[in-house]
């Protein structure tokens, strides 16, 4: 059973719109949840992070957060050619536990078209 | 902005040969980590390091892995004899902490990788 899901996309969006990228965990006692960016060949790129429910705004970027429904978003306002990039959603199971391993999905690819 | 390095960005070698990679992490953290991606796949863990021992490992982490911090700024991951199916990117991370505390000091920072190609 995946723990963390993630549509793989390609989610196509046209420059200056919103992208909304989703994600679902399967562990009810997950407490930590980051998005990650990452571009093709290189590392993870730490972009938000969100521990409580509700949203969390940075710039252009919001994350959001339902625990009930254990499940994660980002949103992308005003997108640029340069987020073109896969997207990785993270979460910390459990708090003590779980230890302090980060489990990713497969990640969502956005491309922002012109 | 202090930064996670590693070396070497690139490293072929041929199957049972042993590999060293070496990280540095962030200076002032205390948890580190390594993790990979083998192509086209998600990033996995395998195992974490604080106060100079294993704090948890994946069952990816087995027998031929071994990690070390043999100074006080390096982290290594050795593999004592290369699969084929270990050819992934590697990265190492490392955290401020992990817990309650403050909760961004949860946060991982990942190192640029490193490619191992095994033939």
């Known amino acids: 059973q995946k723990e963390v899901e993630q549509n793989s996309g390609p989610l196509s969006v046209p420059e200056g719109a919103i992208a909304s990228l989703n994600c679902t965990y399967s562990?009810?006692?997950?407490?930590?949840f980051f998005w990650y960016r990452q571009y093709s060949g290189k590392s993870p790129e730490l972009i938000m992070s969100?521990?409580?429910?509700g949203d969390k705004e940075d710039g252009r970027f919001t994350a959001q957060l339902n625990k009930a429904s254990q499940y994660v978003s980002l949103l992308i306002r005003d997108s640029q050619p340069s987020d073109s990039a896969t997207y990785l959603c993270?979460?910390?199971?459990?708090?003590?536990?779980?230890?302090?391993?980060?489990?990713f999905g497969t990640g969502t690819q956005l491309k922002v078209e012109l | 902005e202090p930064e996670v390095t590693q070396t070497p960005s690139h490293q072929v070698t041929q199957m049972g040969q042993e590999v060293i990679l070496r990280c540095v992490p962030i200076s002032n953290h205390l948890y580190f980590y390594w993790y990979r991606q083998i192509l086209g796949q998600k990033v996995e863990f395998l195992v974490s390091?604080?106060?100079?021992?294993?704090?948890?490992k994946s069952e990816i982490f087995d027998d031929q892995f071994s990690v070390e911090r043999p100074d006080g700024s390096n982290f290594t991951l050795k593999i004592r004899s290369t699969k084929l199916e270990d050819s992934a990117m590697y990265f190492c991370a490392s955290s401020l902490t992990s817990g309650r505390a403050v909760l961004s000091y949860n946060e991982q920072f990942f190192g640029p990788g490193t490619r191992l190609t095994v033939l």
């Open positions: 390091f604080y106060n100079n021992e294993i704090s948890e």
């Open positions: 993270a979460v910390k199971l459990g708090l003590t536990g779980g230890g302090n391993k980060l489990t």
């Open positions: 969100i521990y409580s429910n």
């Open positions: 562990d009810r006692v997950s407490q930590s």
